[in-house]
């Protein structure tokens, strides 16, 4: 069982920068690959970002590419996630998740390699 708890979101201006964190309970959150996902108003909920257990390896949807950066600190069983230069196509619920997918395999990307989510934080980049 791991519960997840995101925090950091708030209101910025467009070019501003934020910092999300994800405290998990759970003596798994260790070995489980964790994602970032979002959710605007009236879409589907999209990867952001994922990062495997060992935080060797990080993949990023090409939206936040090289904007956002994802880290992890396992012995404080917390994810992060680093937005910087944000826009307001950024304007989203944040929301944080616990699996098991592999970067090899086809599903970190989706909402289907993932078991355990968060509540959301709000993000909003005023222009």
């Known amino acids: 069982q791991v519960q997840l708890v995101e925090s950091g979101g708030g209101l910025v201006q467009a070019g501003d920068s934020l910092r999300l964190s994800c405290a998990a309970t759970?003596?798994?959150?260790?070995?489980?690959?964790m994602g970032w996902f979002r959710q605007a108003p009236g879409k589907a909920r999209d990867f952001v970002a994922v990062?495997?257990?060992?935080?060797?390896?990080?993949r990023y949807a090409d939206s936040v590419k090289g904007r956002f950066t994802i880290s992890r600190d396992n012995a404080k069983n917390t994810v992060y996630l680093q937005m910087n230069s944000l826009k307001p196509e950024d304007t989203a619920v944040y929301y944080c998740?616990?699996?098991?997918?592999?970067?090899?395999?086809?599903?970190?990307?989706?909402?289907?390699?993932?078991?355990?989510w968060g509540q959301g934080t709000q993000v909003t980049v005023s222009s």
């Open positions: 759970g003596r798994t959150f260790a070995s489980r690959t």
């Open positions: 998740a616990a699996g098991y997918a592999t970067l090899s395999g086809s599903i970190w990307y989706t909402q289907a390699g993932y078991d355990y």
């Open positions: 990062i495997v257990w060992s935080g060797g390896s990080t």
